[in-house]
Structure formats: structure tokens, C-alpha cells
């Protein structure tokens, strides 16, 4: 008998590689796609499927909302995310399952393998508990999760994970879908939005500056007055960003230039 399975995320491409990475498994059948938290829920309390595979940032909600919200048996979740920090350490308390983008194939198939044999071995009343452990703690946690700031931000490289402390980060730019995050040493890339990578920093170390680029503002070297009225900051490396006149305002407070 086959498992069937959802997917859920609001990238096409990330639900088309799952997908494609899934049609090699024959013990599981896909019997939905959807890019909502609204639609996924409402096919999910139809059709009760053995697995889902849900995004924890979907435009509308989050992953977490969906499960909470369910009328069903909890299916055995695999948890997919960009970069949720708070997230992540709840997944590591409660020793969670997680997939973190980009996915890298090898990792995703053992999460699926063993996803595979904890339904097939008749543990699902552990992992019942487990979810709801995990639930509990994220829907406590709301308030820290708006107001803290990661201690470390995991980004995938390969076939590992880098640890990159917010302190050690200069600047980020954004790069089409994903953004570049820079160090005194390293750069790295990252499957996320500025926005959401914006809303994990310490708004008092980092600010946006352009739609492009956030800089750490114990970063910055110097700023450049054009006879434009354009400013420039040059960062520690001789890196040049333009504020854009949006930020303007936000940036020369931010920097006790203006009151």
C-alpha cells in the first residue's frame, strides 16, 4: 500500500523538486500540490494523507497554523523552511525532522526514508506526541520569536551547514531568489527573501538601506555625500552601497545623524 502525500509551499520550483525527488520513491503517491495555507488546509482535512510536506513561511500563514488547525489524525509531517531560526531550535529541542533550503537530494531521501518506516513500524502515536510537544512550544514562543534574534544563522552549503553569527555579518544583497550574505572572510548564499532575513536580525544592529541591501551598521566605514544629494556608505571591506531615499530618513537617525 502506498503512503499518499501533500505538498505545500508557495514556490513553484521548491513543489516541483519535491515533487520530482518524490515520483522516485514508489512507496508514496502525491495526491496534491498547493501554494496556500488557505487551499492546503482545506485538501488536507479532505483527502487525510500519511505525510505532508509543508513550508513554514507560506504567504498566508504559516506551517504551524496549518497543523493547528487541522480536524484530522496528524499526518507525519517533514517540515521545509528557507531560514526560521526559532523554528529550527524548537525542531532541535524536540528532536523534529527539518529540511532546509536549498534541499539537498541525499538528506531529503533519508527524511523520507525514515518518515517511511516510523509509519510503517506503527510509531505514530510517538510522533503524535512529539507534534504536539512541538506545537504547544511554538505557540507559546510567539512572543520571543518576534523579539529575539537568532544566536546563529544556519545556511547550507553542499552536503553541510554553515553557522554564521548575525555579529559577524557586514552587508547582504539581495541576488534573485536568493540573497548574499557577507563576512569579513566568506560569502555565503541563502535561499530567503530580505524581508523575512530582515525580520530575524536585531533591528538595532542591522537596517535596510536600499530594496537590495541591509547593511550591520557597526560595519560602516564612512559615508559619501554626492553632489546629487546621493549618500553612499562604504563598509569595512570598501564595499560602496547607495541609500536609496526611501531609507534615507530611517538610515541618518539610525546613524544619530539626524534627531
Do not use: W
Not at 60 to 67: H, N, R
Not at 224 to 244: A, C, P, T, W, Y
Amino acid at each position: 500500500m502506498r503512503l499518499t502525500s501533500i505538498i505545500v509551499d508557495d514556490e513553484p520550483l521548491a513543489r516541483k523538486l519535491i515533487a520530482n525527488l518524490l515520483e522516485t520513491i514508489s512507496e508514496i503517491e502525491i495526491v496534491g500540490q498547493y501554494g496556500t495555507g488557505k487551499e492546503a488546509l482545506l485538501a488536507i482535512n479532505r483527502q487525510m494523507p500519511d505525510m505532508l510536506f509543508v513550508d513554514i513561511q507560506l504567504k498566508d500563514m504559516t506551517g504551524f497554523d496549518i497543523l493547528q488547525r487541522l480536524k484530522i489524525k496528524m499526518p507525519l509531517v517533514i517540515f521545509v523552511t528557507a531560514f526560521d531560526s526559532y523554528a529550527i531550535e524548537a525542531f532541535n529541542i524536540f528532536a523534529f525532522d527539518y529540511l532546509l533550503k536549498p534541499i539537498v537530494e541525499k538528506r531529503f531521501y533519508q527524511s523520507v526514508y525514515r518518515a517511511v518506516e516510523t509509519f510503517r513500524s506503527q510509531n505514530s502515536q510517538d510522533f503524535d506526541g512529539k507534534m504536539s510537544k512541538l506545537l504547544s512550544h511554538i505557540q507559546e514562543g510567539q512572543i520571543e520569536k518576534v523579539e529575539g534574534a537568532p544566536s546563529r544563522i544556519p545556511i547550507p552549503s553542499g552536503n553541510k551547514t554553515v553557522f554564521v553569527k548575525p555579529a559577524d555579518i557586514s552587508y547582504i544583497l539581495a541576488s534573485n531568489y536568493y540573497i548574499e550574505v557577507y563576512t569579513k572572510e566568506n560569502k555565503h548564499l541563502l535561499r530567503t527573501s530580505m524581508y523575512s532575513i530582515m525580520n530575524e536580525l536585531d533591528s538595532n544592529l542591522f537596517i535596510r538601506i536600499h530594496r537590495s541591501s541591509i547593511i550591520n551598521i557597526g560595519a560602516v566605514e564612512e559615508l559619501l555625500n554626492s553632489g546629487f544629494g546621493e549618500i553612499d556608505v562604504k563598509m569595512h571591506d570598501g564595499k560602496k552601497l547607495r541609500v536609496s531615499r526611501g531609507y534615507r530618513q530611517e538610515f541618518l537617525l539610525k546613524m544619530g545623524l539626524k534627531k
